[in-house]
């Protein structure tokens, strides 16, 4: 069997698209789409309408009231990823995209802003 530590690689660093396609490099899986790759393409538009569906879903917890969706991580490096996505959500909101790892220092620069008077802290009410 599998420990501990084994099961966490598993779920973290092998699935999705490595369990899938061998690798979760976007422009290794957007050149095999383009070779002809149909698992590749499967794939690929499966990732982009979960990544749609979950920010769909999420939206409604603002009761559709979202000023900014913003893709970001190294998956937003992928031209063909931000287009299929944005297509199924830009009716939501506007799309921002800033690829790479950045999540965390966004998070704590927005805190900053808010904390030195620059930007206002946003309240988000309950949906009437």
């Not at 420990?3 to 690689?9: A, V």
């Not at 973290?12 to 396609?21: F, K, P, T």
């Not at 009716?91 to 805190?111: D, H, Q």
């Amino acid at each position: 069997g599998y420990g501990k530590t084994e099961l966490i690689k598993q779920f973290v660093g092998r699935s999705g698209l490595v369990a899938h396609l061998g690798t979760n490099d976007s422009r290794e899986i957007v050149a095999r789409i383009h070779g002809g790759d149909e698992k590749a393409l499967f794939y690929f538009e499966t990732m982009c309408y979960q990544i749609a569906k979950e920010i769909g879903r999420i939206s409604t917890v603002f009761c559709g009231i979202v000023d900014q969706i913003v893709l970001t991580g190294g998956l937003a490096y992928s031209t063909e990823l931000v287009e299929e996505v944005a297509a199924r959500v830009e009716f939501i909101a506007p799309v921002t995209v800033m690829p790479g790892e950045n999540e965390l220092e966004a998070l704590a620069f927005g805190a900053l802003r808010v904390l030195t008077g620059e930007e206002e802290a946003r309240e988000y009410k309950e949906c009437s």
